[in-house]
Nanobody, 126 residues
Framework: QSQLVESGGGSVQAGGSLRLSCEAS????????MGWFRQVPGKEREGVAS???????NYANSVKRRFSISRDKAKSILYLEMNSLKLEDTAMYYC????????????????????WGRGTQVTVSS
């Protein structure tokens, strides 16, 4: 069975850190562009970070210098290291995969990704 499964979400105080993981299985372990997205109820899903198969990363301005995306290819796991968390980082976080090794020209556009996990909730409190 091919799927993306996120983990690592939880509740944390502002200023704290979390590391999200996304484990790929089946054909989704193949080399491809991967990304992290987030969504709060009533708002559109937004791109957080992307990583292509060549190591190129892209970040939303709101998370630059605080979040870091990485991948363990051997284990087929995508990570999102989140530091200095803010209240506005509270959201459901989703892992997604595209159909190519290179990310789309708009790498943080969720509509350009083909495969999705079910999400993991991150809640930041004061």
């Amino acid at each position: 069975q091919s799927q993306l499964v996120e983990s690592g979400g939880g509740s944390v105080q502002a200023g704290g850190s979390l590391r999200l993981s996304c484990e790929a299985s089946g054909y989704l372990t193949a080399s491809r562009c991967m990304g992290w997205f987030r969504q709060v109820p009533g708002k559109e899903r937004e791109g957080v970070a992307s990583l292509d198969d060549f190591g190129t990363t892209n970040y939303a301005n709101s998370v630059k210098r605080r979040f870091s995306i990485s991948r363990d290819k051997a284990k087929s796991i995508l990570y999102l290291e989140m530091n200095s968390l803010k209240l506005e980082d509270t959201a459901m976080y989703y892992c997604a995969g595209a159909n190519s090794a290179r990310c789309p020209s708009r790498p943080l556009e969720y509509r350009l990704y083909n495969y999705w996990g079910r999400g993991t909730q991150v809640t930041v409190s004061s």
